[in-house]
């Protein structure tokens, strides 16, 4: 019996030197992933001073349309502040549509980041960059549909123009049907 405890406590002792245990960084061969996957840093503020998150999220381009409008401020504070959609983009997006599109299915959305400029769903229900449109309670906007990269039924992020543009709560969880062009 001593020696099955004994055992077991080494066993133990060896996954602490190897980082699994006490929260450490493992590397892609003792966390069992394929050599050559990215392994997301630790960004903790206990991490000192190499802990330094940017400002705006670095956004894929292959993702993003060329006449997105600008970030927001640095100094943004104010929900107009972090809205950098311009009077005509607001305009286009609630416009009717145009037809010929097909209904995608419905998902939950919470609010993406503000600082990410433009009129935007990323969503589990697309695996491209296309146009699209989003509904709830009776408000419609023509967005841009964003693969999020998640599982079915995993939920969806919603730009802050488009939650206001269709009038749903900005800390709520709103249900949308969304439509693909």
Excluded at 76 to 104: H, K, M, S, Y
Excluded at 108 to 129: E, F
Excluded at 161 to 171: D, F, G, K, N, V
Aim: charged share 15%.
């Amino acid at each position: 019996m001593k020696y099955i405890v004994t055992i077991a406590a080494m066993i133990g002792l060896s996954a602490c030197a190897e980082g699994a245990f006490l929260g450490g960084l493992q590397t892609a061969e003792t966390a069992g992933v394929a050599t050559g996957a990215s392994v997301s840093p630790d960004l903790s503020p206990s991490r000192g001073a190499a802990f330094s998150p940017p400002i705006h999220p670095s956004l894929n381009n292959s993702q993003t349309r060329p006449d997105l409008p600008p970030s927001p401020p640095p100094n943004a504070r104010t929900v107009e502040q972090f809205d950098t959609t311009t009077a005509q983009d607001r305009a286009a997006a609630i416009a009717p549509p145009a037809g010929g599109e097909r209904r995608l299915g419905s998902t939950i959305a919470n609010l993406g980041s503000p600082t990410d400029p433009g009129i935007w769903l990323k969503t589990p229900l697309v695996t491209a960059v296309m146009n699209g449109r989003v509904e709830y309670n009776g408000m419609s906007v023509n967005l841009e549909l964003r693969p999020s990269g998640g599982a079915l039924g995993s939920g969806s992020q919603i730009s802050l123009a488009a939650m206001r543009l269709i009038e749903a709560p900005l800390i709520g969880l709103p249900e949308v049907s969304v439509y693909a062009n």
